[in-house]
C-alpha cells in the first residue's frame, strides 16, 4: 500500500561549524585554561540572548552568554586580516572601577581633551584576568545605535534611525592589545564599564546547536 509518509525526509540536523554562526539556545564550550576564571574556564555556557550595536558603517553581533550558575559574559567575534579573535566582556559596578582605577583617574577619561592613557591602580581577584597593567584611549568618542535584535540575516535600519537605543563609546586598549576596556554612555547619563579579553577563536573548543532554526 502506498504511504505519503514515505515521502518525508527528516529534516537535517543543524550544524554548527563557526562561533559566528551562534543562535539563542546554542551552547558552546571554553576551553580548560588558566587564561580565565574560574567561573568561565572549562564551562559549558548557553547563548541567553542575540543583540547588535550599529555603528555609521559597520555593526557588531553580541552574544549573551550564561553559565549554569547564571553568571553572565558577553561575547563578539572579531575578524581581522583573515583571522578571527573572540572578545569576552564583563560589565563592572561603580565600586569596581573607584577598587580598579580609582574614580579620580577614570574621570580623566572625560575630562581631558586629548586620548586619554589609563593606569591600572589594582586587580581584585574576581576580575584579574580581564584587566591589563595599562590602557590607551584608541579613537575619540563615537556614536552606536543599540539594538536588542539579531540583525545577521535582516537589513539594518538606517544610521541614527529610532529603532536603536543611540549611546556614545569609548574604547581603550592595552599595548598587546589583549585587554580593553569599553565605556557605554546612554542618554540621561547613565554609564556602563566593560572590561574585555581578547582571545584565539580556538578557545572556543566546542559547539553545541540549540533548537534554534
Same mark, same amino acid.
Given at each position: #500500500?502506498?504511504?505519503?509518509? @514515505?515521502?518525508? @525526509?527528516?529534516? !537535517?540536523?543543524? +550544524?554548527?561549524? /563557526?562561533? $559566528?554562526? *551562534?543562535?539563542?539556545?546554542?551552547?558552546?564550550?571554553?576551553?580548560?585554561?588558566?587564561?580565565? %576564571?574560574?567561573?568561565?574556564?572549562?564551562?559549558?555556557?548557553?547563548?541567553?540572548?542575540?543583540?547588535?550595536?550599529? =555603528?555609521?558603517?559597520?555593526? /557588531?553581533?553580541?552574544?549573551? *552568554?550564561?553559565?549554569?550558575?547564571? +553568571?553572565?559574559?558577553?561575547?563578539?567575534?572579531?575578524?581581522?586580516?583573515?583571522?578571527?579573535?573572540?572578545?569576552? $566582556?564583563?560589565?563592572?559596578?561603580?565600586?569596581?572601577?573607584?577598587?580598579?582605577?580609582? *574614580?579620580?583617574?577614570?574621570?580623566?577619561?572625560?575630562?581631558?581633551? &586629548?586620548?586619554?592613557?589609563?593606569?591600572?591602580?589594582?586587580? !581584585?581577584?574576581?576580575?584579574? +584576568?580581564?584587566?591589563?597593567?595599562? =590602557?590607551?584611549?584608541?579613537? &575619540?568618542? =563615537?556614536?552606536?545605535?543599540?539594538?536588542?535584535? &539579531?540583525?545577521?540575516?535582516?537589513?539594518? !535600519?538606517? =544610521?541614527?534611525?529610532?529603532?536603536?537605543? !543611540?549611546?556614545? #563609546?569609548?574604547?581603550?586598549?592595552? %599595548?598587546?592589545? $589583549?585587554?580593553?576596556?569599553?565605556?557605554?554612555?546612554?542618554?540621561?547619563? /547613565?554609564?556602563?564599564? $566593560?572590561?574585555?579579553?581578547?582571545? %584565539?577563536?580556538?578557545?572556543?573548543?566546542?559547539?553545541? %546547536?540549540?533548537?534554534?532554526?
Amino acid at each position: #500500500m502506498f504511504s505519503f509518509f @514515505k515521502s518525508k @525526509k527528516n529534516k !537535517p540536523e543543524r +550544524q554548527l561549524n /563557526d562561533a $559566528s554562526q *551562534l543562535k539563542s539556545g546554542d551552547m558552546l564550550q571554553v576551553i580548560d585554561s588558566f587564561a580565565y %576564571p574560574a567561573w568561565l574556564k572549562g564551562q559549558m555556557l548557553k547563548v541567553a540572548d542575540v543583540q547588535t550595536y550599529q =555603528y555609521e558603517r559597520s555593526s /557588531d553581533t553580541e552574544f549573551v *552568554l550564561e553559565t549554569d550558575s547564571g +553568571q553572565v559574559v558577553f561575547l563578539q567575534i572579531e575578524k581581522e586580516d583573515g583571522e578571527q579573535w573572540a572578545n569576552f $566582556s564583563i560589565k563592572v559596578q561603580r565600586e569596581d572601577v573607584n577598587a580598579i582605577f580609582t *574614580l579620580d583617574e577614570f574621570s580623566r577619561i572625560f575630562d581631558e581633551e &586629548d586620548l586619554t592613557h589609563l593606569k591600572t591602580n589594582d586587580k !581584585p581577584s574576581q576580575f584579574s +584576568q580581564f584587566l591589563a597593567d595599562e =590602557y590607551k584611549q584608541t579613537e &575619540d568618542p =563615537y556614536v552606536a545605535y543599540f539594538h536588542k535584535q &539579531d540583525f545577521r540575516n535582516l537589513a539594518l !535600519p538606517r =544610521y541614527e534611525s529610532e529603532s536603536g537605543e !543611540p549611546c556614545e #563609546m569609548i574604547t581603550l586598549m592595552s %599595548p598587546q592589545e $589583549s585587554h580593553s576596556l569599553n565605556i557605554e554612555i546612554w542618554d540621561g547619563g /547613565d554609564t556602563e564599564v $566593560s572590561l574585555t579579553l581578547t582571545r %584565539p577563536i580556538t578557545d572556543i573548543v566546542d559547539l553545541f %546547536p540549540g533548537s534554534a532554526t
